[in-house]
Nanobody
Framework: QGRLVESGGGLAQAGGSLRLSCATS????????MGWFRQAPGKEREFVAL???????LYADSVKGRFTISRDNAKDTMYLQMNSLKPEDTAVYYC?????????????WGQGTQVTVSS
């Protein structure tokens, strides 16, 4: 039974940085497409970024150039480096893993970590 656990959320000022981590356990996710979603209060959950073999990445337009997704398969961990944070980045961030390369319906989800950006 696979499990994803996020960490690294917290409070940051606008223009600051945070790095989120998503630790995996219970099974091997090396072949899975993995990524991040976020959900702000009163809004629907939205796609943020994904990474799939052999290192292909894709970003939402709203974070392109500011966020960087990466993964370390040796450590069973995925990361989201968030720079130049904006108040509109405030949300609960979820990591997810999908056996489908298109990342259309993730099979596994983390519990979420809160990111709050103050102006």
């Amino acid at each position: 039974q696979g499990r994803l656990v996020e960490s690294g959320g917290g409070l940051a000022q606008a223009g600051g940085s945070l790095r989120l981590s998503c630790a995996t356990s219970g099974r091997t996710f090396n072949s899975y497409t993995m990524g991040w979603f976020r959900q702000a209060p009163g809004k629907e959950r939205e796609f943020v970024a994904l990474i799939k073999w052999p290192g292909i990445t894709l970003y939402a337009d709203s974070v392109k150039g500011r966020f960087t997704i990466s993964r370390d398969n040796a450590k069973d961990t995925m990361y989201l480096q968030m720079n130049s944070l904006k108040p509109e980045d405030t949300a609960v961030y979820y990591c997810a893993a999908d056996a489908n390369r298109e990342f259309t319906s993730p099979d596994y989800w983390g519990q979420g970590t809160q990111v709050t950006v103050s102006s």
